[in-house]
């Protein structure tokens, strides 16, 4: 049976992934703070490990005992985010780099030897732009994750393990679906400088990676996904004349 980790999927797009994955058919282990029970999950294929992924002393343990318990992996998706009140770039750089380079660096020995294998790390698209609302940290973090995915890519080949991430778009998701949707004007205003002409989902961004994770994707690696429904490709002298009118 394939084996799927998921790194913080006890919510939002975690949890779409986890439970897309364990829906066809693949034993899902799901890293985060907290332990989630499988019910909270809707699903029995889905084991959940609370562990600090920043702290190392317990994180390798945690993962020497999933791997003993549900076996060699294939896949390993990471959506972390840090959640802290300590200074945000040391707290950015355990959480988001320091804690992926080690859960890979420390995963390689167990991943199967046969059959698909690959990493999917999920950036921001805060990692080529700069935008309101996010510290200079989480900027600076999201786009070291995506370099760090290529060096994956290149170094990991060998093995046979592919290295591959997402960007999503703002997107909705169960925890704050409602706010958006209560927002007629702002859903206005995606439907009008998305070339798509809608919000993406986290279901959008979660079937991307479930096609990264998969034999389908098997010759594609060190590849970055952007899930904006065309809004990347979009001049920004044009969308702010149509914004204006002008």
Known sequence: MT??????????LGRVVARLLAKRGDKVSVLGRNVVSPSDLASENITSYAVDIADKTALFPALQKM?????????CIFLQRYRG???????EFNTTLTATRNIVDHLIPDFKTEGDKGIVIVSSVFGKHVGK?????YHVM???LEQLMRYYAVNLGSKNIRSNGITPFTYLKEESKSIYLQNQPLMNLYEKI?????MGTAEDSAHAIEFLCSPKASFLT???????????????ETLARDLVNL
């Open 3 to 12: 084996h799927s980790v998921v790194i913080g999927g006890t919510k939002g």
């Open 67 to 75: 791997v003993e318990e549900q076996g060699k992996v294939n896949y």
């Open 85 to 91: 009140t300590s200074d945000p770039w040391e707290g």
């Open 133 to 137: 609302g996010q510290a200079a940290s």
């Open 142 to 144: 999201k786009a070291g």
């Open 194 to 198: 998305v070339p798509l002409q809608r």
């Open 222 to 236: 060190g590849q970055n996904l952007l899930i904006d429904g065309g809004l990347s490709l979009v001049w920004s």
